[in-house]
T-cell receptor, first 116, second 116 residues
Framework: SQTIHQWPATLVQPVGSPLSLECTVE??????LYWYRQAAGRGLQLLFY??????ISSEVPQNLSASRPQDRQFILSSKKLLLSDSGFYLC???????????????FGPGTRLTVL | DAKTTQPPSMDCAEGRAANLPCNHS???????VYWYRQIHSQGPQYIIH???NNETNEMASLIITEDRKSSTLILPHATLRDTAVYYC?????????????????FGSGTQLTVLP
């Protein structure tokens, strides 16, 4: 079966510090990978998605970046955090679109980031 | 993706069936009905999805009306751990030939509270 891991689970960082959040998926190959942010009491905002190694698409302009160095690894980074970067960050995966007609997305446990 | 309407909250007694309704009157022929839930401070969890026929898995049953304009998620024997916000989502099929990924958008959902 497939599992998705995220770490750390919680993080408190000062403004201007760097950020690195990691997501890994087990039990599947060539998945689509996603980074979402969920602000308190609000819906999901898609930040980045990837359909393959080194292929990153950005949905919104921001000071965050994403990388996919390996097939099942997705990293969210920032060089300098802003207060507005606080939120609940969720990684998700789905079966690659070339292999299925639906795109059910499966989420990780999330990382709660507080920028002070 | 078609818009969905859900009641903001529902209560259910522990051990009883929880029936969560969703209206999607503008659904089109190639759109699937998905259900996710989110327990407080955790990542969203996929529950079930369907196109036309009723579906059942180890978590729940999905009943879709013949005209597909509404559906009901059924948790047959609700437990306290089923307390969560339940989201009904309608999404178009991305097609086997597509390699692109798409945002998953949650509405306001239904807060289900299972009472002891």
């Amino acid at each position: 079966s497939q599992t998705i891991h995220q770490w750390p689970a919680t993080l408190v960082q000062p403004v201007g510090s760097p950020l690195s959040l990691e997501c890994t998926v087990e039990g599947t190959s060539n998945p689509n990978l996603y980074w979402y942010r969920q602000a308190a009491g609000r819906g999901l905002q898609l930040l980045f998605y990837s359909v393959g190694i080194g292929q990153i698409s950005s949905e919104v302009p921001q000071n965050l970046s994403a990388s996919r160095p390996q097939d099942r690894q997705f990293i969210l980074s920032s060089k300098k955090l802003l207060l507005s970067d606080s939120g609940f960050y969720l990684c998700a995966w789905s079966v690659n679109g070339r292999l299925t007609s639906t795109d059910t997305q499966y989420f990780g446990p999330g990382t709660r980031l507080t920028v002070l | 993706d078609a818009k969905t309407t859900q009641p903001p909250s529902m209560d259910c007694a522990e051990g009883r069936a929880a029936n969560l309704p969703c209206n999607h009157s503008t659904i089109s022929g190639n759109e699937y009905v998905y259900w996710y839930r989110q327990i407080h401070s955790q990542g969203p969890q996929y529950i079930i999805h369907g196109l036309k026929n009723n579906e059942t898995n180890e978590m729940a049953s999905l009943i879709i009306t013949e005209d597909r304009k509404s559906s009901t998620l059924i948790l047959p024997h609700a437990t306290l751990r089923d307390t969560a916000v339940y989201y009904c989502i309608v999404r178009v099929s991305i097609g086997i030939s597509s390699g692109s990924a798409r945002q998953l958008t949650f509405g306001s959902g239904t807060q289900l509270t299972v009472l002891p």
